[in-house]
């Protein structure tokens, strides 16, 4: 049977969901599952955060950590800007995770905090935004 886009990523999702339920019945372990277009098992959201980290000059393992320092929070507002821009399937819940577990609603007010700091103006923001997105565009353009 053949599947409109949307319909398959609705059905995917209910897949995905109901494994999570499954593993968490009979394991007692919460897990997380993202969803992508397996064409190119290089472009992941994962891989994404490692090169956003790396135009930065940041560790990966700088998006779990529990701060409020300023280099860190931009670091997760922008990887979440370009995840959602690139990554379209993905969630906010999965995206939560990807920083340690945060809420969704974090990753809302995150997303939407980066919009305000790009709006106003803030050069500092926007030439690591700027820096990021030339990354991730090189990387999308190399691996295609």
């Known amino acids: 049977m053949y599947y409109g886009a949307t319909q398959q990523i609705t059905e995917a999702r ?7 339920q499954q593993i968490k019945d009979k394991t007692g ?8 277009p397996s064409e190119s098992a290089v472009k992941t959201p994962e891989y994404m955060l490692h090169i956003i980290a790396a135009a930065l000059n940041e560790h990966p393992q700088n ?57 106003a103006g803030d050069e500092k923001f926007i030439k690591k935004y700027k820096a990021a997105l030339a990354a991730v565009n090189l990387w999308l353009r190399n691996d295609a």
Do not use: W
Request: glycine share 4%; net charge positive; proline share 1%.
């Open 29 to 36: 372990m919460q897990v997380t599952m993202v969803l992508y």
């Open 14 to 20: 209910h897949i995905a969901r109901s494994a999570q």
């Open 63 to 119: 998006y779990k950590l529990k701060t409020r320092v300023r280099n860190i929070v931009e670091l997760r507002f922008i990887a979440a800007l370009c995840l959602r821009s690139n990554f379209p399937t993905i969630t906010l819940q999965q995206i939560a995770a990807f920083f340690g577990g945060q809420d969704h609603t974090s990753i809302i007010s995150g997303i939407t905090r980066a919009y305000d700091l790009i709006y």
